[in-house]
């Protein structure tokens, strides 16, 4: 018998929908960093950024659908999103709140990559 939206917890579709939400808003930043000044930044670093979006959002609906096997998802963008912060904070000019963006987009993956193997 296959799984659907309605047989999952409850908490699960609460925690997906914001996370999905979250995630969609850093991709739009994404895009917006691009157009504004694709020179910052090499390519494969731009890549990492929307790679860490758009497998957060996978993750999210993952989280609704498939709980046990998002955690794998959330680790992907928790690796891509730390490619990209850790090339802003090693050559990149990064401005005084991006310290406190990378360590929120940092610790609510890694959360979301804990609480999906719970869920």
């Known amino acids: 018998m296959s799984a659907t939206l309605t047989d999952r917890p409850r908490r699960t579709r609460l925690v997906a929908v914001p996370a999905a939400l979250w995630y969609g808003f850093g991709l739009w930043q994404a895009a917006l960093g691009y157009a ?13 950024y929307a790679a860490a979006c758009l497998a957060g959002i996978v993750g999210s609906a993952m989280l609704a659908l498939a709980p046990s096997h998002a955690s794998r998802t959330f680790a992907i963008s928790l690796v ?5 912060f850790g090339w802003v904070f090693a050559f990149g000019a990064p401005a005084g709140e991006d310290y406190g963006i990378g360590a929120v987009v940092i610790a609510v993956t890694g959360a979301l990559t804990w609480a999906s193997r719970r869920l």
């Open 36 to 48: 504004a000044d694709a020179a910052a930044a090499p390519l494969l670093i731009w890549v990492a």
């Open 80 to 84: 891509c999103a730390a490619a990209y």
